[in-house]
T-cell receptor, first 117, second 113 residues
Framework: DADVTQTPRNRITKTGKRIMLECSQTKGHDRMYWYRQDPGLGLRLIYY???????NKGEISDGYSVSRQAQAKFSLSLESAIPNQTALYFC????????????????FGDGTRLSIL | AQSVTQPDIHITVSEGASLELRCNYS??????LFWYVQSPGQGLQLLLKYFSGDTLVQGIKGFEAEFKRSQSSFNLRKPSVHWSDAAEYFC???????????FGKGTRLSVIA
């Protein structure tokens, strides 16, 4: 989905390095999410943000931090990368429900493939 | 909290055959249900969604899914599979609006000639 852009698309780095993955969106959505995908484990939620001033931990937040710099930007950082953080990382966005509606569909970027040696 | 199970890790079908991918959810009220497809090297794309109303929903690429409350299921179907349908498929369930969607672990579909 070109409306959700992740950079870089691929990154190889060494253990102990600080890494930042960036996500920007042009969909005008308030809600943004970071997931990691590992074979056989599906998508696991790392952090999510429902608006600029809101940050929430997901299922697997240890070793990660995030920054919501603006409505359109949500960055994921690995302060000191370790090999088991090698994975495919996805950013997603969704609209805020209105009225009695529940969750809205999420829209995904194309992912960042991160390898930590 | 809601949860979702995709019982099949990997399915292989012949091109032109019909397809059904299973999804079971756990949630006490009427859920919001989604199916996504992930082609190699790409992000997840929404195939279809169920919010309320008609329990048979049509999606893109010729897919449909049926919500069955009595079975807590939302199975994805396609009458005739094409080689380009080979991908990974994810079912997701949503509940109240202040919690993110919960995704299943995915089913990988292989299509053989």
């Amino acid at each position: 989905d070109a409306d959700v852009t992740q950079t870089p698309r691929n990154r190889i780095t060494k253990t102990g390095k600080r890494i930042m993955l960036e996500c920007s969106q042009t969909k005008g959505h308030d809600r943004m999410y970071w997931y990691r995908q590992d074979p056989g484990l599906g998508l696991r939620l790392i952090y999510y943000s429902f608006d600029v001033k809101d940050i929430n931990k997901g299922e697997i937040s240890d070793g990660y931090s995030v920054s919501r710099q603006a409505q359109a930007k949500f960055s994921l950082s690995l302060e000191s990368a370790i090999p088991n953080q090698t994975a495919l990382y996805f950013c997603a966005t969704s609209d805020t429900p209105s009225g009695a509606l529940g969750n809205q569909p999420q829209h995904f970027g194309d992912g960042t493939r991160l390898s930590i040696l | 909290a809601q949860s979702v199970t995709q019982p099949d890790i990997h399915i292989t079908v012949s091109e032109g055959a019909s397809l059904e991918l299973r999804c079971n959810y756990s949630y006490g009220a009427t859920p919001y249900l989604f199916w996504y497809v992930q082609s190699p090297g790409q992000g997840l794309q929404l195939l279809l969604k169920y919010f309320s109303g008609d329990t048979l929903v049509q999606g893109i690429k010729g897919f449909e899914a049926e919500f069955k409350r009595s079975q807590s299921s939302f199975n994805l179907r396609k009458p005739s599979v094409h080689w380009s349908d080979a991908a990974e498929y994810f079912c997701a369930v949503g509940a109240v609006s202040n919690t993110p969607l919960v995704f299943g672990k995915g089913t990988r579909l292989s299509v053989i000639a």
